[in-house]
């Protein structure tokens, strides 16, 4: 019997961004419905299973979004990444991950964050890569200026989380600067390789 083994998009040492498959759901939504995760998604921690599934086969063949898990070196699931709202004509798209708790605080987020953004930029060829996020999330807001992106405004009480209004950070970097800051290039050569 051959086992199927999910094709890498990418690698940065040893964290890898593979294509979400259906058997990854239940991995997704134990992150789905994590408190401690979705508060910082700016969404309830709550999701039916079958929902979620439903959601993963109406958008299987979407074009306006890119969902990718992120691997650790022997392939287990440590994360999620989404490219969302890609929008073709303007070139932009929305960037969200989350690391599931056991791989926090171990470089997981930065190294995705960057696969991610050489993906946006050198496969689907967006301009402008954004992100909202919590303003009070200090550590977050650091691995985001770190890998290039910068603030583009403050969203005053934009998400209701927990019993109370939220601001939120609106980050972006641009396909020009990302080139700039890997040392330029051809868009069509990525720097991380699968």
């Known amino acids: 019997m051959t086992t199927f083994t999910p094709r890498t998009i990418a690698a940065d040492g040893p964290v890898k961004l593979r294509p979400l498959e259906r058997e990854d759901l239940m991995f997704v939504h134990q992150l789905n419905n994590n408190d401690s995760i979705m508060r910082y998604w700016f969404e309830e921690a709550y999701e039916s299973f079958a929902e979620l599934?439903?959601?993963?086969?109406?958008?299987?063949?979407?074009?306006?979004?890119?969902?990718f898990i992120i691997a650790n070196s022997e392939g287990a699931p440590a994360g999620l990444v989404e490219l969302v709202e890609i929008n073709h004509l303007h070139r932009?798209?929305?960037?969200?991950?989350?690391?599931?708790?056991?791989?926090?605080?171990?470089?997981?987020a930065p190294r995705a964050t960057r696969i991610a953004m050489d993906y946006a930029f050198s496969v689907l060829n967006i301009h402008k890569l954004y992100l909202h996020v919590d303003k009070d999330n200090a550590r977050a807001v650091r691995i985001y200026e770190r890998c290039g992106f910068q603030p583009e405004g403050i969203l005053k009480d934009e998400f209701f989380v927990n019993g109370k209004y939220r601001d939120a950070v609106r980050m972006c970097l641009f396909q020009p600067a990302y080139l700039a800051r890997r040392g330029g290039g051809d868009i069509s050569d990525p720097v991380l390789k699968a």
Do not use: D, K, V
Request: positive net charge.
């Open 53 to 67: 599934a439903q959601l993963y086969e109406r958008n299987i063949h979407n074009q306006t979004e890119r969902r």
């Open 92 to 108: 932009r798209c929305e960037f969200q991950i989350a690391i599931h708790p056991a791989f926090q605080g171990q470089g997981y």
